[in-house]
């Protein structure tokens, strides 16, 4: 495969954004794909004329757009009309009663996009983006990275789009997630090594072939596709902010990126302002952000992963520094648990709200679970606790915490004699849980 570049899509649309710029020194750059300052080296970032999208968005004109993150196009660093729009977003905001009685908490909500489409995470929405804006750049070649959910996303986007895809993953990943990107058919490389390794792989081959990688030199259009998880949660909870907000934390990106989606819509007068708090969860296995969080660091140290928490298993976050900045800045936390937790948290969620996530779902659902234990959580707080991913994709990390069918005989006293068994057992889990 080679990087064939092509006539760009036009459009006379009124651009809303026309650079990128570092987060550290503060250059400017030309939006093409690259994600490091030439300068200072630190990250860029896409820079948005917010007066000219507040002049042409208003509540209505957003109600009115497609039912998928493109209904917040404005916002977005596409420049034509001709994205790649495969239903991503709009996914639903669930009032969790049951969940938050469990808690001992009220306003409980969960942001869940373990029915995302259309590889159920929330990967299809920066790998949305990210491949629209590959397109203009020109780009027929698109790659990543990847702990498995990306890869799945980039796979399926690029096939609906027509683009040739190439993924690399670590060889340790989860079946369901590695079946989940073959079946689109891109070229994948499994490699003998954690994800840091792998992704400094792909920063080579993004050098050495120029093909478009989602997640290194379109880094500052792929993050964008986070914010939309901020937009959708405004809307739904009637064009106003939450309280708090539990998020998970690999790469810190996400984390990022919910934040800077709340304050745009306050910045162009979308929704009232006010105080959000931002905590974020790892798993222990690899928590190189909770660490430096707790240790009142201000810088990283990288850690090699060992956790069931694959999906966030990066030991060396690229956005850690400035998750653990929103968290403190927002008067929010950072925690981790172990894997016993995460598994437990993941039946907790099944069995209260009707949910499978992943096990970062169930990270972050243990970390909430540890926040309202610690009181760092108040019962009256409207909470939204971002799911990001689907339990079918890792069904091995609950295998054998989980209970068996009964196996019975086409005959009701057979089925009689199983349902008391299953009483009993009702009965000896109810103790078990009270003690």
């Not at 993150?69 to 239903?87: A, G, H, N, Q």
């Not at 869940?112 to 259309?118: C, H, I, Q, W």
């Not at 936390?333 to 996530?357: H, W, Y």
């Amino acid at each position: 495969m080679t990087a064939t570049i092509v006539s760009p899509y036009t459009s006379d649309r009124v651009d809303t954004f026309s650079n990128l710029k570092c987060k550290e020194c503060g250059a400017e750059y030309e939006a093409k794909a690259m994600h490091v300052c030439e300068l200072c080296f630190g990250p860029l970032e896409v820079a948005y004329n917010y007066d000219a999208i507040a002049a042409r968005v208003s509540r209505e004109t957003i109600q009115a757009g497609p039912l998928s993150i493109w209904r917040y196009r404005d916002f977005l660093p596409v420049k034509t009309e001709d994205y790649i729009d495969v239903s991503t977003g709009m996914t639903p905001l669930i009032k969790a009663n049951r969940l938050a009685k469990r808690l001992g908490i009220k306003n409980l909500y969960i942001k869940n996009d373990a029915v995302n489409m259309p590889t159920l995470s929330f990967k299809d929405r920066v790998v949305s983006v990210a491949l629209s804006r590959a397109r203009e750049l020109g780009f027929t070649t698109v790659a990543c990275a990847s702990t498995g959910n990306l890869a799945n996303s980039t796979a399926a986007i690029a096939a609906h789009a027509g683009l040739e895809c190439c993924v690399f993953i670590p060889s340790d990943l989860e079946a369901g997630k590695v079946l989940g990107t073959t079946i689109y058919n891109p070229k994948v490389f499994s490699v003998h090594g954690n994800y840091d390794q792998v992704n400094r792989l792909c920063s080579e081959v993004a050098n050495t072939h120029g093909w478009g990688f989602v997640n290194i030199n379109l880094r500052p259009y792929y993050s964008e596709g986070s914010k939309t998880l901020a937009y959708e949660v405004v809307e739904q909870l009637g064009w106003k902010l939450p309280d708090h907000i539990v998020a998970p934390l690999a790469s810190g990106s996400l984390f990022t990126k919910i934040y800077k989606g709340f304050n745009e819509f306050v910045k162009v007068g979308l929704v009232d302002d006010k105080s959000v708090r931002f905590s974020g969860a790892q798993a222990e296995g690899c928590s190189p952000i909770a660490a430096a969080y707790k240790e009142g660091r201000d810088f990283i140290t990288p850690v090699k992963p060992k956790t069931i928490a694959k999906s966030l298993a990066i030991g060396n976050p690229a956005d850690g520094i400035y998750a653990i900045d929103i968290a403190h800045k927002t008067n929010g936390n950072i925690e981790s648990v172990n894997d016993d937790e995460i598994i437990q948290a993941m039946k907790l969620l099944a069995e209260t709200e009707g949910i499978f996530t992943e096990t970062a779902g169930g990270t972050t659902i243990a970390v909430l679970k540890k926040l309202v234990e610690a009181g760092k959580i108040d019962p009256e707080e409207t909470t939204v606790v971002y799911i990001t991913g689907n339990g079918l994709k890792t069904q091995e990390a609950i295998q054998g915490y989980v209970g068996e069918p009964f196996l019975i005989e086409p005959k009701l006293d057979s089925f009689e004699r199983a349902l008391e068994r299953s009483h009993t057992l009702d009965k000896l889990e109810w103790q078990t849980v009270s003690v």
